[in-house]
C-alpha cells in the first residue's frame, strides 16, 4: 500500500489596496458582476471576472430559475461567456465575489464543484492554469491555479478517448 497527501497553498490578504493593479481591477468587476446576479430565491448573488490573457476582463453573474436547477453559477457563466465571444483568448485568472441583502460576503466564497469542474476544463482546453481570486470583505484568496481546488479532478484521460 501507498499512502499520499494532497496539500492546498494559497496566498491571502487583508485588503484589496495589496493586491497588484490587474488582481484588484478583476476582483471589482466580480464584485460589480455580482450586483447584476439574478437571485430572487437563494437572495445569493455571486460575481465573477475572467481576465484573459490579452488584458480584457469578460464577466458572468449567477441567473436563478425558479426550475432548479436551470439557472447557472457566475464562474460557468463568465467562462462560458469568454469562450463563446473570444475563442482564441485564454482565461488566465478568474476574481469571484458574493453578496447578501447586507453586502460583501464577509468571507470569501469558493466555487461550487461545477464551476471547479469547469475551471479545470479551461485549464485543460488552454493548456494553461488559471489564477483564482476568492473575494470577501474580511480577506482576499489567491490559489495560483484551478486544478488546486479540484484534486483528483475528473478528466479527458479519464475518458480514454486519445484527446490532445
Given at each position: 500500500?501507498?499512502?499520499?497527501?494532497?496539500?492546498?497553498?494559497?496566498?491571502?490578504?487583508?485588503?484589496?489596496?495589496?493586491?497588484?493593479?490587474?488582481?484588484?481591477?478583476?476582483?471589482?468587476?466580480?464584485?460589480?458582476?455580482?450586483?447584476?446576479?439574478?437571485?430572487?430565491?437563494?437572495?445569493?448573488?455571486?460575481?465573477?471576472?475572467?481576465?484573459?490573457?490579452?488584458?480584457?476582463?469578460?464577466?458572468?453573474?449567477?441567473i436563478?430559475?425558479?426550475?432548479?436547477?436551470?439557472?447557472?453559477?457566475?464562474?460557468?457563466?463568465?467562462?462560458?461567456?469568454?469562450?463563446?465571444?473570444?475563442?482564441?483568448?485564454?482565461?488566465?485568472?478568474?476574481?469571484?465575489?458574493?453578496?447578501?441583502?447586507?453586502?460583501?460576503?464577509?468571507?470569501?466564497v469558493?466555487?461550487?464543484?461545477?464551476?471547479?469542474?469547469?475551471?479545470?476544463?479551461?485549464?485543460?482546453?488552454?493548456?494553461?492554469d488559471?489564477?483564482?481570486?476568492?473575494?470577501?470583505?474580511?480577506?482576499?484568496?489567491?490559489?495560483?491555479?484551478?486544478?488546486?481546488?479540484?484534486?483528483l479532478?475528473?478528466?479527458?484521460?479519464?475518458?480514454?478517448?486519445?484527446?490532445?
Amino acid at each position: 500500500m501507498k499512502s499520499k497527501s494532497i496539500s492546498l497553498k494559497w496566498s491571502e490578504f487583508d485588503s484589496i489596496v495589496k493586491l497588484n493593479q490587474p488582481d484588484r481591477e478583476l476582483v471589482i468587476a466580480a464584485r460589480k458582476a455580482a450586483e447584476n446576479a439574478y437571485a430572487p430565491y437563494s437572495g445569493f448573488q455571486v460575481g465573477a471576472a475572467v481576465r484573459l490573457e490579452n488584458g480584457l476582463i469578460v464577466t458572468g453573474a449567477n441567473i436563478e430559475n425558479a426550475a432548479f436547477p436551470s439557472g447557472i453559477c457566475a464562474e460557468r457563466n463568465a467562462l462560458s461567456n469568454s469562450a463563446s465571444n473570444y475563442p482564441d483568448k485564454k482565461p488566465v485568472a478568474i476574481a469571484i465575489a458574493a453578496r447578501t441583502k447586507n453586502g460583501l460576503t464577509l468571507d470569501p466564497v469558493p466555487p461550487c464543484g461545477n464551476c471547479r469542474q469547469v475551471i479545470v476544463e479551461e485549464e485543460f482546453r488552454n493548456s494553461g492554469d488559471i489564477r483564482v481570486i476568492l473575494s470577501g470583505k474580511s480577506k482576499i484568496q489567491v490559489i495560483e491555479k484551478g486544478s488546486d481546488l479540484l484534486p483528483l479532478q475528473f478528466c479527458r484521460n479519464n475518458l480514454n478517448l486519445n484527446l490532445p
